[in-house]
């Protein structure tokens, strides 16, 4: 790795290790409950705003009428999406098509998950997930039917499960 990209992996970190410590603070003032709430809040506007530039930067959504290829397409902006918030160098995470048109997000590896159980936070740590994906969908233009963790990392799963419908009508 380069020393400047060293350097912004380090930064990464900083900030991760920022954001965990301030999700300690408002939990130990406020309580748990309101810093999960805050920061799924906080993590959705930001992913809106990444959706937007991932929609914008991508053109209008295809609809070419094969719905499998369609939302193959949707897939890969969702991944450009994963990308630009948690760099690879951050998470190890993949998507696919299922077959009954669902996408799943697999994510191996979180950041967010390491820093947070660092910081002495995982106890009562809601992770923030559904409240991205919500937040990529909706800048990118489309509405979910479905937007659940199968399983996650913070309960010690190997890796999270995330699932996400798109409305039939709306699907890319």
Not at 6 to 31: E, M
Not at 99 to 116: C, G, P, S
Not at 154 to 162: S, T
Request: hydrophobic share 35%; aromatic share 6%; charged share 30%.
């Amino acid at each position: 790795m380069s020393g400047e990209r060293a350097r912004t992996v380090d930064a990464y970190r900083l900030w991760w290790q920022h954001d965990a410590h301030w999700y300690q603070g408002v939990a130990a003032r406020f309580g748990q409950s309101v810093a999960n709430e805050i920061n799924a809040e906080a993590l959705r506007k930001v992913a809106l705003h990444v959706g937007q530039r991932v929609g914008r930067l991508a053109g209008p959504l295809p609809g070419t009428g094969d719905p499998r290829k369609d939302l193959d397409d949707l897939r890969r902006r969702y991944d450009d999406c994963g990308e630009r918030m948690f760099p690879s160098e951050l998470r190890n995470a993949s998507t696919e098509v299922e077959a009954d048109d669902l996408i799943v997000l697999t994510l191996r590896r979180n950041f967010a998950i390491t820093m947070v159980r660092m910081a002495g936070s995982l106890d009562g740590y809601r992770c923030p997930c559904t409240d991205i994906h919500a937040g990529w969908s909706e800048g990118l233009g489309v509405t979910l039917t479905e937007n659940r963790a199968e399983t996650c990392l913070r309960e010690g799963a190997p890796a999270c499960r995330l699932l996400l419908r798109i409305a039939p009508d709306e699907e890319a």
